[in-house]
């Protein structure tokens, strides 16, 4: 399995970005795919996540109504859209992908994309 990040950026506060994880390797079907970030000095944390066979998401509160997850099945692409964007939002983003229903344990990674907001 491939995990493949693009999109991150040096972005103003108030601005968007939108990443992207290519994935590849295997089907998808009965997994979940999502984003996770990781600043510096602090432990790796979720940002949202979508099942890929129903396109259910979830999404960390600090995110909610900021955040878009999406998918491309034909793609084999998840997208993050960030409106809104905050300095706290500065960190390195990753993509996951788990098999079931939920991503708490990641069983893949992805490079990450660093993502920078400024004030």
């Known amino acids: 399995v491939q995990l493949q990040a693009s999109g991150g950026g040096l972005v103003q506060a108030g601005g968007s970005l939108r990443l992207s994880c290519a994935a590849s390797?295997?089907?998808?079907?009965?997994?979940?795919l999502g984003w996770f970030r990781q600043a510096p000095g602090k432990e790796r944390d979720f940002v949202a996540a979508i099942s890929w066979n129903f396109g259910t998401r979830s999404y960390a509160d600090s995110v909610k109504g900021r955040f878009t997850i999406s998918r491309d099945v034909a793609k084999n692409t998840i997208y993050l859209q960030m409106n809104s964007l905050k300095p706290d939002d500065t960190a390195v983003y990753y993509c996951a992908a788990s098999l079931g229903a939920t991503i708490t344990t990641p069983g893949y990674w992805g490079q990450g994309t660093q993502v920078t907001v400024s004030s």
């Open positions: 390797g295997r089907s998808f079907s009965g997994y979940t």
